[in-house]
């Protein structure tokens, strides 16, 4: 029986949460969430690595990688087939600065 999943820190939630690409009618909807959306903007946009990334989001730094493949990968879908991008759901919690 597998490991129930830990909740994951994140330092606040995403101010815009749908994206469309513009001039197609999306079919498909590519879910994004909200613990993914704090690893691309720790790793990609903070430039932090994925020890410092885990450590802010109190997982391993091997989960860390697996939503970071998650993650870009459904990036790369609302980018290359024009999915239409939600970011929404998933097992977080606001880190209000005490443990």
């Keep these: 029986m597998p490991r129930r ?24 909807t590519v879910i994004l969430t909200v613990d993914e959306y704090e690893v691309i903007r720790l790793v990609d946009f903070e430039k932090k690595t994925h020890e410092q990334c885990a450590q802010s989001m109190n997982v391993s730094r091997t989960t860390v990688t697996e939503i970071y493949e998650k993650a870009r990968y459904k990036l790369s879908e609302h980018i290359i087939n024009g999915k239409h991008l939600l970011i929404t759901g998933g ?8 443990l």
């Design 5 to 28: 999943q830990r909740c994951r820190r994140i330092c606040k939630e995403p101010i815009f949460r749908e994206f469309f690409t513009a001039g197609t009618e999306a079919v498909d």
């Design 91 to 98: 097992n977080y919690r606001i880190y209000d600065g005490v």
